[in-house]
């Protein structure tokens, strides 16, 4: 599966973007999709992500209530819908994917996805 990420881009405090990525080769469905970020001199971290099958989402604590993950499958696309964005978002944002694994949980370790987009930068002014 090949990922396309987009949609980054500057935006104040409190406001909101919506992230896209973009899956060829093979249905989202099919996968965990998972979303990452990396802010300068920080180790990359998960985000986000949907399980295989029904996409139950799981979100991380520091994120959680202000970012929703979804997908669209007719267009086989994850989205990731963020709002009430603070300063500490900023970083570059990765969309991922990983085969395989239970359809319902979601691993939030970096070397659990194999295949990666490009990342797209979010940055979020004080």
């Known amino acids: 599966v090949q990922l396309q990420a987009s949609g980054g881009g500057l935006v104040q405090a409190g406001g909101s973007l919506r992230l896209s990525c973009a899956a060829s080769?093979?249905?989202?469905?099919?996968?965990?999709m998972g979303w990452f970020r990396q802010a300068p001199g920080k180790e990359r971290e998960f985000v986000a992500g949907?399980?295989?099958?029904?996409?139950?989402?799981n979100y991380a604590d520091s994120v959680s209530g202000r970012f929703a993950i979804s997908r669209d499958i007719s267009r086989n696309t994850v989205y990731l819908q963020m709002s009430s964005l603070k300063p500490e978002d900023t970083a570059v944002y990765y969309c991922?994917?990983?085969?395989?694994?239970?359809?319902?949980?979601?691993?939030?370790?970096?070397?659990?996805?194999?295949?990666w987009g490009q990342g797209t930068l979010v940055t979020v002014s004080s």
């Open positions: 991922a994917a990983a085969a395989g694994g239970s359809l319902y949980n979601v691993p939030t370790l970096v070397s659990s996805y194999a295949y």
């Open positions: 080769g093979s249905i989202v469905s099919n996968y965990v």
């Open positions: 949907s399980s295989r099958g029904a996409g139950n989402p």
